[in-house]
């Protein structure tokens, strides 16, 4: 399997998102900094780095490699894939905390929906970590963005796509 290391790539890519919305706001975790609306369930564009006050049922959809498939994405009953929790943080307004890890998957970026990969989630709860969440996609690109139209925050993560496989073929992790 051909590597591609990107966590360069990404922070300048997280860098230019987030200079183009500044204005946005930055989360920080509680009602009154500017990251939530009042009266809404929904979080505003993230900025900045993740605070260890964000790792709650009410601000995150979690995942973690010894996760279910039909879990619910608590901290309690965290998903076993990625885009498994993709899908639930797009649709209930949440961040996706990533335990750190290997997920064999490729993903699919959802607009407004920031990943923050390698957390430590061994012994009792969780916790922010210098680890990463490693991505070993089965197929290329590794991770895929279309549409993405508000700041989306991708933190902490290694994807790896597969050689290509055809003449003059390309690898693309993201």
Partial sequence: MYSVRFLTLFKAFAAVIVASTAACGVFHGDDDAGGESAGSDKLTAVGGAADPSELTNRLGVF????????????????????????????????????????????????????????????????????????????????????????????DSLEAFAPNATAPSGSTISV
């Fill in 63 to 154: 995942v973690a490699p010894s996760g279910a498939e039909n879990a619910d994405g608590s901290l309690e009953h965290p998903l076993a894939r990625i885009q498994a929790g993709i899908d639930l943080a797009k649709t209930s307004g949440k961040r996706l905390y990533v335990c750190s890890g290997t997920y064999r998957e490729a993903i699919v970026v959802a607009d407004a929906v920031s990943i923050i990969g390698g957390l430590d989630c061994i012994g009792t709860g969780w916790r922010l970590g210098g680890a990463r969440s490693r991505i070993e996609a089965p197929s290329s690109p590794a991770i895929l963005a279309n549409d993405i139209l508000t700041p989306t925050r991708l």
